[in-house]
Each structure stands twice: as structure tokens, then as C-alpha cells.
């Protein structure tokens, strides 16, 4: 009798290597059973699956049907756990007509390097009708690693309208499955799904402080949730999450900044900022005067201190003019910093946990980059390229990741005079961001303006954010405003200037304005929603969830909850009209990973929901 362990998966059934091989004399007698302990041992290692085959060679044997046998199996570390941590294909909207790679972000939290398998599967969420399903085998994932993988191309052809995506993981001895699986909904379009130009959305919440948006104000993609994170800045902890799809904020856990050991006295201003790393956490300096550092994690919903921007040779701590980006290089993150007030930039590496200093921006007329300064990166088109812009003498440099050196030249910021014919400098509430190779950026300093960088076409501005919203009196861009890109060339800007209006801009291809529009003419604030739904608190401690949601029709909605094994543990009909919310009391739930549905006629949405109580 022979037994061969082999290191296989075993969808292949083809031996990539043969870990064990033994062979063995056995006697067996007429009419019975016999078990064979082979005398050579297998160390089972490393981590990954396997199969075994066992076979018998006898002469004299009539029937070889029943000779041979074959057995997947899996050896698996003490506390295997394999994460699925984002979708990064789809995204929230997809061009129609476009090749799309499915990409899933996967994380090995065990001991010991694991092999696993990756999902995706695309349907029709009306019908259930398959569009797309694909596996792909990790052969081997380290410790505390992370990695994309990548499924075959689909061309998303003509077949527009909401798709749905569910993703999953499975790993031998996984003992966390419930954060193995990702169902979400996706839009393919031609166009993106909101009228070109500015529309104002719903405005950040007052609450809880009562204040309206000043200085110290930010916002920030986080690509996991396709939610933006934004604090409000003016001597508050205020801090949101939105949704872009159900135009609906969330109160989040403010930074506690009275428990810092150094500058718990000051409350986040002026030089406060965040940026997300595309996962979990959010990168925010404290400001107001202080070297404060911090960090938010998404899913926790909790803040924690971080060692403090570095004092510098200039003893200046951060102030206005300060910007962040976060940017990888191989298996590293860094939030780049530039720390505003005089020219000193820096960067963390989030593995070390340490601040590393760069070469100063240049100094250019003065060394100062003052409020409304900022960072842009470009990966499209050099990933090596940084660019920085200084607020009022609008002066624009790149910066060179390869050689972390400055390149000297000037290539002139944004144009001073706009269409309205006036010169204005860019000051307080400049901010940027980036999409499809072009720099979108608001001039700030009490205009309107909106400007378009293009390497080889210069600067082009586009419309004008309008001067009247819902506030009801005439407020341009100013100190509080940051703009970022969402999806798909849409962006979002808070508009500050002691205001919480909350303004999104489409771009299109005839985006430059060829025609000044006439001034002090109220402007039409029109609500686009998107339909979807909210839970929060998400993840949930406390067993009770508020559920909000934006239907395309008024009527009955059922909400659903379901476990991991597709049982329904919790359901309800409400009557509701096209928005609404809705209370789910989950106390008598375990902790884990739960779907929660909503279904208003054929209308259907999922939210993952993590369980902590």
C-alpha cells in the first residue's frame, strides 16, 4: 500500500509538489478489514490544502475500480483567520461598455501563512439571474499580510441599471467566517448617475454642538464603506460619516482630545486635518497650535493617540496651511504632511509607527505656505509625482517620491483672475483632489471659483459653485472648505464659511464655462437622491440599530436580517414613504456578521452589519 500527501489544491488535481511519500507491506485476511498506521510520520506543515492518495498494488487483482482513494484536506495554524477587507472592483459605479477587474483585498490576522480561496459571483438583483462567477486560489498568504487579488476581466457591455456583488473567502479551520463574505450593489451606466455641475445635498448636521462649519474642517474618502468622513472643525469634536448614495450623515465618536497627555487643552481648529489609508483608518492632525496626531479606525468607531508631529528645526507647531496624503510604497504606508504655516514636510510610516523627515518645499517669493494650501498626488499619470500648491502667491511645485527631493520650478498655480474679471488670490478653504489624471481645486478665499490642472493643458476653470443655498444668504468658499473626489469624477465639498452646506459637483466633458453666469441670482438647490440604505450604529455594541433608507416609491418596506447561513433572524414591515428610518432591537443576537435587507416592492438593498454585544 502506498500514501502520498501532496501540496495541491485540490481544484487542480494536479501535484505542485509532494511533501509525503511512503510505502508499506500489508496483510489482509480473506473477508476482512484492516487498518494501516504507516510507520513513517508527516509533520503537518506548512499551513495551506492539500490532498492525500492511497492506493494498493495486488498482482492478482480482478477488480482495480476499487484500488485507489483520494481525500482533500487542510492543515491549518492555531487561530487561522483570513479577512476579506475591501472590494476594490467593483466600485459603486462602473462605466458601462468598459473591461472591469473584480479585485478583493484580502488580510491572513492568523499565526501562519495559509493558502485560501477567493470568490465573486455578479447578478441581476431583481432576477438573481448570474452574470459573472469566478474563483481564484491564494496559494500562500503570510502572517499579518495583506494582497489583492485579482479575478478574471468581465466587460460590462450594455447591461446597465444595479448589479449586485457578493464576495467571499473560504480558508480550512477559518475561525472568524463572518468577515470571509461582502455583499454589495454597484451601478453601470454610461454617464454617471447625477446631473452635470453643482447640486447642493444635505447639510452637515448641526448637532451635537450647534456650530456651523469654520476652520479645522475636513473630509475624506473612505473606499471600503464608499462613505466620506468629515469633521466640522470650529473648536468642535463634531464628526460624520456620509452617504453619497442615500444623501444621509451619521454622528460618529468625536476625537477625545481632552486625553491627550500633552495638548489636551486644545480643542482640533485651524491645521486640522484627516486622510484615509484605504482600509481602516483615518490619519488626523489635532491642529490649533498643537504637534496632536491621531488616528480613527472605521470600523471601531474609536480614536487613539499617535506619536506627535515632529517640533522641526523652526519650533512651529501645525497650523493653517497644513495638508495630508497617504500613499503606499510596496508594503508600506505613509501620510505625507505638509505641516503648513512655514514649508516643513514630513512623512509617517505607518509601520514603524515614526516620523521621517523630507526636504522642505521650496521656498519660492516666501517660505510660508499660509491657509488654503495643499497636496495632490496623480497616479495616473506618474505615481511618483506629488504636487503641492501655495495659497496666495499661488505657486505650484512636484514633489518626486523616487528621489524624495523637490523639483525647484515653479510651473504657476491657478490663475489669479477668473471669469467674473477679478483678480483674487487663492486663500482659506483652498483644497483639491484628484480624478482621471486631472487636479480639481477651489480657489477659496471668499470666491466661487473652481479650477481643472492638466499636465499638458495647464489650468481650466469650471462653474462656479453657486453663492445662495439653503442657508438663504449669499456664502462663497472660504476657511472650513475641503473638497474631495467620491466616484467617477463626483465630488463633495463642504462650503464653510460658518455654514454646513454640503455641495456636489459632476464633471463632464464640456466642463469649461465659456459664459460668466449672472451674479447674485438665487440658485436652484435641487436634491438628486440615490436610493439605499444606512445602519448605524455599525458595528453595533448596544443590540439596537437605526435603519434609514431612500426608496424609489412610497409603500410598505420589510427589513430583514439575516446570519451568515442565510437564516432569517430578525423581520419587520414598516409603511414608509420614499425616505425613512426605522428601529431593529438585535439584543438577543450573538455576536457575529449579519445582512441586513431592505425590500420595498422590487426594489432590494443589503448592508453588512457587525454584531460586538
Known sequence: MIDLAEGTPPATGEADAVVYATIQGVTVPSADTVRVNFAVPWVATPSGTYFARTWHALLTDEDRSNDSLQQDFAVVGEGTDVALTQVVYPRSF?????????????????????????YVMLYDPYTDSLRYSEMKTVPSLES????????????LGSDT???????SLYCAGDIVPGNNVVSLSFTVSPEPPYEPGWTEMASMPLGPSGKPVKRGAWATLHVPTDRIYAAKGYKTTDFYSYDPYADLWDTLSGMPYTTHPMWGGRVPRKGSKGVSDGEDIIYVTQG???????????????????????LGDRRKKVKGGTDLL???????????????????????????????????????IREKYDKGSWLAHDPMTDANVMYAHKAKYHEFYKFRRDSLKWEQTNMGGMPFIGKMGRKKKSKDGGSADIWAGEIYALKGGNTQELWKYDDSLGWTELETIPAFGSTQR????????????????????????????WWRYVSHPSA????????????????????????APNPLSDGVAQVRFALPRTGPVTLSVF???GRAVEKQTVLAGRSGSARLDLRGLSAGVYLVKVEAGEYTDTRKLVVNH
Open 94 to 118: 462602473e462605466q458601462s461598455g468598459t473591461d472591469m477587474t473584480p479585485t478583493l483585498r484580502c488580510r491572513n490576522n492568523g499565526p501562519s501563512a495559509v493558502s485560501f480561496m477567493g
Open 144 to 155: 499579518e499580510a495583506t494582497t489583492l487579488v485579482e479575478f478574471p476581466v468581465i466587460n
Open 161 to 167: 441599471g444595479v448589479w449586485g456583488a457578493y464576495c
Open 288 to 310: 490649533n497650535n498643537t504637534l496632536g496626531f491621531w488616528a480613527y479606525s472605521v470600523s471601531m468607531d474609536s480614536w487613539w493617540i499617535l506619536p506627535d508631529v515632529p
Open 326 to 364: 497617504y500613499l503606499t510604497e510596496g508594503d508600506t504606508g505613509y501620510v505625507y504632511l505638509l505641516k503648513g504655516y512655514k514649508n516643513e514636510f514630513y512623512r509617517f510610516n505607518v509601520v514603524r509607527r515614526a516620523w521621517e523627515p523630507l526636504e522642505n518645499a521650496p521656498i519660492g
Open 474 to 501: 449669499k456664502k462663497r468658499v472660504k476657511y472650513g472648505a475641503d473638497l474631495v473626489h467620491w466616484n467617477y469624477g463626483i465630488f463633495f465639498t463642504l462650503k464653510g464659511n460658518k455654514t454646513v452646506e
Open 512 to 535: 469649461a464655462y465659456s459664459a460668466p453666469r449672472r451674479s447674485g441670482v438665487m440658485a436652484e438647490a435641487v436634491k438628486v437622491r440615490r436610493y439605499g440604505i444606512t445602519v
Open 563 to 565: 446570519d451568515m447561513a
